[in-house]
């Protein structure tokens, strides 16, 4: 016996919608991840892209839990002698809110090229309007 492994072009993908209001970042963040990944199909394989398109909207309502808003921060460095830069999580919501839910979903995912194939799959929107209603996504509740 052989186990029959899917081909990439012949993976079925279809596409959800996710309604972050009110959610848990870090929940609904490892939930994305999954299905981004394919884990919840009976076809997935860890070395092939086998997840569907998921369709995030009401970024700019996700909640964290305890401090987070005022202590966390993101860090950046642009690679020269005190380069550092450091972001207040309360200061990108305000601006770019769906820059936090990106960088959970992406953190939640491999480290290679499968994970970049991943994450062009997930399209985050600030309101509750995004621009997949021709794609007519499932609802899918976190």
Do not use: C
């Amino acid at each position: 016996m052989s186990t029959p492994f899917p081909k990439t072009g012949k993976v079925e993908r279809k596409w959800f919608l996710v309604d972050l209001e009110g959610k848990i970042l870090g929940r609904a963040a490892s939930r994305v991840a999954s299905i981004l990944k394919g884990k919840h199909k009976p076809i997935y394989t860890p070395h092939l892209d086998t997840g569907d398109h998921v369709v995030a909207i009401n970024a700019e309502k996700v909640r964290l839990t305890g401090k987070k808003l005022d202590q966390k921060l993101d860090f950046q460095h642009s690679q020269w002698p005190g380069g550092a830069k450091f972001t207040p999580y309360k200061e990108i919501m305000k601006r770019k809110p769906e820059q936090i839910f990106r960088l959970a979903v992406k953190g939640m995912l491999p480290k290679n090229s499968l994970g970049r194939a991943m994450m062009k799959k997930l399209r985050i929107y600030r309101g509750s309007q995004h621009e997949q209603q021709a794609q007519q996504p499932q609802k899918l509740e976190i």
